[in-house]
């Protein structure tokens, strides 16, 4: 049971970039969210979903975009990558009856 | 919308006494959740411990209590007979209760250094 996985763990992108994080889940739990982390300011929520092939915004989901297309599955993307998405992106999913959520371990993304 | 605050950027405490890392958060609903999560340096987010807003009692997880103060929204976390191991970044977090689907807020983080 490997429980939430993140792929990759590092990545560094170029202004204008595109790419995608994968976030994967075995524990077939209803909910999934996406968070950054940056100095001083906790983790946010970026966007999250409640269901396969259902995405809401959180609270900064301005420049990335999501999908779920498959239970386990949860995907964020950023279409044109800045410096200010430079971060640390979680992942956590949660069953939809209770209130832990199990995070990732994390992707460090640099934007140059 | 729901703030929470940590106001302690930094801690430290020496191995096998006590700290207390402070939290208080903003919310108008009665039906929500508290957590503490532990980030060492591995990065991985650990759930330290969880309180119930319609629980009195505070919780307690071996080391680690609460003090949940409702009516000053508050919520501390004691650490007793500190551990090296204890040495991270602690998130105090919160949750609505109902249909928020789970979400949470967080405050900015206390970094605890435990020293030998």
């Known amino acids: 049971n490997a429980g939430v996985t993140q792929t990759p763990k590092f990545r560094v992108l170029k202004t204008g970039q595109s790419m995608t994080l994968l976030c994967a889940q075995d524990?077939?739990?209803?909910?999934m969210y996406w968070y950054r982390q940056d100095p001083g300011m906790g983790l946010r929520l970026i966007h999250y979903s409640v269901g396969e092939g259902t995405t809401a915004k959180g609270e900064v989901p301005d420049g990335y975009n999501v999908s779920r297309l498959k239970k386990q599955n949860f995907l964020l993307g950023l279409e044109s990558a800045a410096p200010s998405q430079t971060s640390v992106y979680f992942c956590?999913?949660?069953?939809?009856?209770?209130?832990?959520?199990?995070f990732g371990p994390g992707t460090r993304l640099t934007v140059t | 919308a729901q703030t929470v605050t940590q106001s302690q950027p930094e801690m430290s405490v020496q191995e096998a006494e006590t700290v207390t890392l402070s939290c208080t958060y903003d919310?108008?609903?009665?039906?929500?959740?508290l957590f503490w999560y532990k980030q060492p340096p591995s990065r991985q987010m650990i759930l330290v411990i969880r309180?119930?807003?319609?629980?009195?009692q505070n919780a307690t997880e071996n080391r680690f209590s609460v003090n949940f103060q409702k009516a000053a929204k508050s919520f501390s976390l004691k650490i007793s007979d500190s551990q090296l191991g204890d040495t991270a970044m602690y998130f105090c977090a919160f949750s609505y209760g109902g249909t928020s689907y789970g979400k949470l807020t967080f405050g900015q983080g206390t970094i605890l250094t435990v020293h030998p």
């Open positions: 309180q119930e807003a319609y629980k009195q």
């Open positions: 919310t108008s609903e009665s039906n929500y959740y």
């Open positions: 524990m077939n739990h209803e909910y």
């Open positions: 956590a999913s949660n069953t939809g009856s209770s209130y832990e959520q199990y």
